[in-house]
């Protein structure tokens, strides 16, 4: 046991995540715990919480119980430090529902300069009528005034035609004309008026609607609307027809109404101009997307939809031109950075794709999408949980796992570093061989092969006795379960990557030399840098 006690040298460097008192609680599994303060909980929880959503060892009611209490704890003790979380939770960590509901209680529970915490948790154009849904369904349908111009300052921020065409389903609940006449946002130009104009006319007299001249995205889309159903298909090989030396192939002129002959000349932009998606497109096209009908649209598909798409282009059967245009985008490093996508996007898409032709892309992006995980020096041990536990999905609708986040940080944190031992573990653990810069999705393979190998329980305290052995660090990426005691490590660097975010820890951490970061973004890899680097850490916002 010298080897866990032996005292090292290291600077006095600190985490801003940690526990407290002395270890009165316990595991799920029935190991001894401590529990965190109430700002760490909160972090790590928040980034790990889909909202609504049971995870292996707690309920989804219960889990968002724990949540919202822990918000107005936070809130009554440090309201500031609170209205810089929201909006990093939204924009760094990428949790939408769960901004939505820490703004929402932050209000709830009296925090001040609460309109502004509202619009800070709002990128997207249908988030506004998150928050106003969130809001009637937990505490009734008097909304505070802070929540209403919160509201009305993110739909000044984000309401246009392309999101009115996007995000104003009939099917909504909450429509976009709904959350306008609720909460009176003050347009920041006539063509927003008009859009607002159109949104309120369109929720209630959709009989007599009538586009506005200034909104020409709208027009347009309502001119391919009025296109026959048998004609639409001919109209779009005519749009999108291959351009020769001399210019545009020559087209055969249907014999149909003037508006019709104006829009032909519009040519391949029509579809750009009029914000069509790839799902209106499917809609409106008989028979659905073809070849062509993937040709024609993808140049104007955003980064998530031709990341989610990669197996209809392969049994469509894309031109390969188009094949390399997807390419470029996805492996693009701008690209990647402005998708905000979370990591196990990249996995989930190779796992779903029938040919091995996009890996290479997938790979890149991959690792793009990890930038920040550090380089480490020295000798790391890293252990990658693979229990019964860890199998469970990210959410009822995703078919990535808890495992699965754990072995692709793991993956990438191992094919970035001079020296590691990577090690998968549930009840027994083994050595998993890999070669430094070998494939991230290769790494990953490995490791989910051994699910089920070395047994569904968690006994971390045991991977640790057999494979520690000098090690200037330990890395651990697990839901922090186990059912053993985790040995005392005097002097070495321990990083806790939790991927559960449960009230209880059998690790101490926030002394010198114990770190716990969390989520499925990267983000939170900026606090292990920090911490590499010995310096104290502050919070990621």
Do not use: C
Not at 31 to 38: I, K
Not at 98 to 103: P, Y
Not at 336 to 355: E, I, L, M
């Amino acid at each position: 046991m010298s080897k866990f006690s032996a005292k090292r040298v290291r600077p006095m460097v600190r985490s801003v995540i940690k526990t407290v008192g002395k270890p009165t609680a316990r595991t799920f599994e029935g190991a001894r715990a401590l529990v965190r303060d109430p700002k760490s909980e909160l972090f790590l929880l928040a980034i790990t919480n889909m909202v609504g959503e049971a995870t292996f060892y707690e309920g989804a009611y219960a889990r968002d119980e724990r949540f919202v209490q822990l918000i107005h704890k936070v809130t009554r003790e440090d309201p500031e430090w609170m209205q810089r979380f929201v909006p990093w939770l939204r924009n760094d960590a990428l949790m939408r529902s769960a901004a939505v509901v820490a703004a929402a209680e932050y209000l709830a529970a009296g925090g001040p300069h609460g309109r502004k915490v509202i619009d800070s948790a709002v990128a997207r154009a249908d988030e506004p009528a998150e928050i106003l849904g969130y809001w009637t369904q937990f505490h009734g349908r008097k909304i505070p005034q802070p929540v209403k111009r919160g509201v009305a300052d993110a739909v000044r921020r984000m309401y246009s035609e392309y999101a009115a065409l996007k995000y104003d389903g009939v099917s909504r609940a909450w429509r976009m004309g709904d959350v306008i006449e609720l909460t009176h946002p003050k347009p920041r130009d006539e063509k927003q008026s008009a859009v607002f104009r159109y949104l309120l006319d369109r929720r209630h007299h959709p009989e007599a609607l009538e586009v506005p001249e200034a909104l020409t995205m709208i027009r347009r889309r309502h001119d391919l609307e009025a296109i026959d159903k048998d004609e639409r298909r001919a109209f779009l090989r005519e749009q999108f027809a291959e351009r020769t030396a001399d210019g545009p192939a020559k087209q055969v002129r249907m014999d149909k109404d003037a508006r019709r002959e104006a829009m032909r000349s519009q040519g391949p932009e029509l579809l750009k101009e009029s914000g069509a998606t790839w799902e209106w497109l499917s809609g409106w096209l008989p028979g659905g997307m073809d070849a062509e009908a993937w040709d024609s649209v993808i140049p104007s598909m955003g980064y998530m939809a031709l990341l989610r798409n990669l197996r209809n282009f392969d049994e469509a059967g894309i031109s390969p031109e188009r094949a390399r245009f997807v390419r470029e985008v996805l492996a693009h490093p701008e690209r990647v950075a402005k998708s905000r996508q979370f990591p196990y996007r990249f996995w989930s898409a190779y796992k779903n794709v029938p040919s091995l032709d996009w890996a290479p892309t997938l790979e890149k992006a991959l690792e793009l999408s990890v930038g920040n995980i550090p380089e480490l020096p020295g000798r790391t041990l890293v252990l990658t949980d693979t229990s019964a536990s860890m199998t469970s999905p990210v959410s009822r609708h995703s078919k990535v796992r808890h495992f699965e986040i754990a072995a692709l940080f793991a993956a990438a944190l191992a094919g970035k570093s001079k020296d590691v031992e990577l090690v998968s573990f549930a009840t027994e653990s083994e050595m998993i061989p890999f070669r430094r810069r070998q494939s991230v999705l290769r790494t990953i393979e490995r490791v989910e092969s051994r699910i089920g190998v070395v047994g569904h329980g968690t006994r971390l305290g045991r991977a640790i006795k057999r494979w520690y052995d000098g090690h200037d660090r330990i890395v651990v990426f697990s839901d922090m379960q186990t059912a053993d005691q985790v040995p005392e490590l005097a002097g070495v660097s321990v990083f806790i990557f939790n991927t559960g975010g449960y009230r209880a820890t059998p690790f101490a951490v926030g002394k010198a030399g114990h770190y716990e970061i969390g989520g499925f973004s990267d983000a939170a890899f900026r606090l292990m840098a920090t911490l590499e680097n010995f310096q104290n850490a502050r919070w990621p916002f």
